[in-house]
């Protein structure tokens, strides 16, 4: 071994208080609370309480879907009796509606497992998003829009189409760092004057987003070639992509873990602790596992220190994807 183990326990704990999980994660409520207050301006009070209670139970419904609880997302769906109601409003309330609470109901048919009718359901989001856009003028859609093609990469991961996944990935990143002018798998109008009106924190946090979700996919199956397809392809397709730094070390790390350059793999993974800062802590989360069970096969001592001291700071990684926390968990503890 070329470097001394305790090292990497000296680079846990210099690394321990900059972890944190507080990069945006956008979704369909993020972009419906921004413009709620731009429709407020361009529909009547009747309307607005209209949009205001679909909303709130559109929220409701989704939060269900989120903890897993989906008789009860699907009681809300229908006691909220949403047809009724958008028959009510006018063109660009109800659309900001459609918008909003097909989101939600992807994400549901998502977590049932139906990827068929939430697929169908994503395009329906962006149908309404695109007369929102460019007849209203709601110019922050164009985001939910890239982020809706985001949710056909996840259903690709779930779904074991890797090199899909990885295509589409590419393709979304590149047109937000304006090297294509067009994402192919989702109905346009795309193009570069779009994103000149978007904030560039909002098209940075976006790209981040992406990279992540391909990160947790990566780490929620099984090492097989439909993933290292997608690492390898990520990994030589950098000069074309305006990948993070911090993502292409951590692709590498992947990549010698799963090839056993042990010694490598150790010497970059305290390189990257050491590096964190905080916006990246994620993709650090995701490395701990592979970590472990590579220590603890060539020194339990080091091992039991570091998963102590994991274990003690566990219960603070709030905001860490649940199947990773108790991947996590079940690690440090056995």
């Not at 301006?41 to 269900?64: D, F, G, Q």
């Not at 006018?90 to 549901?108: E, I, N, P």
């Not at 990549?255 to 993974?269: G, Q, W």
């Not at 091992?303 to 102590?308: E, G, R, W």
Request: net charge positive; glycine share 4%.
């Amino acid at each position: 071994m070329k470097i001394p183990l305790q090292k990497i326990l000296q680079a846990y704990n210099e690394s321990r208080s900059k972890l944190s999980l507080q990069s945006v994660i956008y979704s369909g409520t993020y972009f419906s609370d921004k413009t709620g207050s731009l429709i407020k301006k361009n529909v009547s009070l009747n309307e607005y309480l209209i949009c205001k209670r679909i909303m709130v139970l559109s929220a409701h419904a989704l939060t269900a879907s989120r903890q897993k609880k989906l008789q009860t997302a699907e009681l809300y769906y229908k006691q909220a009796n949403f047809e009724y109601w958008l028959r009510l409003l006018g063109l660009q309330a109800r659309l900001h509606c459609v918008s909003s609470l097909c989101s939600t109901k992807a994400y549901f048919k998502y977590c049932e497992n139906n990827f068929v009718e939430a697929q169908q359901i994503i395009f329906q989001a962006n149908d309404a998003d695109i007369i929102l856009e460019e007849k209203f003028g709601i110019y922050l859609l164009h985001m939910h829009r890239i982020q809706l093609a985001h949710n056909l990469i996840r259903i690709d991961v779930k779904t074991g189409n890797y090199s899909r996944a990885l295509s589409r990935s590419i393709e979304a990143i590149q047109y937000l760092n304006s090297s294509v002018f067009n994402i192919s798998y989702l109905k346009g109008p795309w193009g570069s004057s779009f994103l000149k009106r978007i904030q560039p924190s909002l098209i940075r946090d976006m790209t981040i987003q992406i990279l992540h979700e391909m990160a947790l996919g990566n780490s929620a199956y099984q090492w097989n070639d439909g993933l290292k397809e997608i690492l390898h392809g990520y990994y030589t397709l950098i000069d074309t992509t305006a990948l993070q730094p911090r993502f292409l070390q951590w692709l590498r790390l992947k990549i010698n873990f799963h090839e056993r350059k042990i010694d490598i793999f150790l010497e970059e993974t305290m390189d990257f602790m050491k590096n964190e800062r905080g916006n990246t802590s994620l993709l650090y989360f995701l490395l701990i596992p592979d970590l472990i069970s590579t220590l603890e096969k060539i020194d339990p001592d080091t091992t039991k220190q570091l998963c102590i001291k994991i274990r003690d700071d566990l219960p603070m990684w709030t905001g860490t994807p649940r199947f990773l926390k108790e991947k996590i968990k079940k690690c440090v503890e056995r």
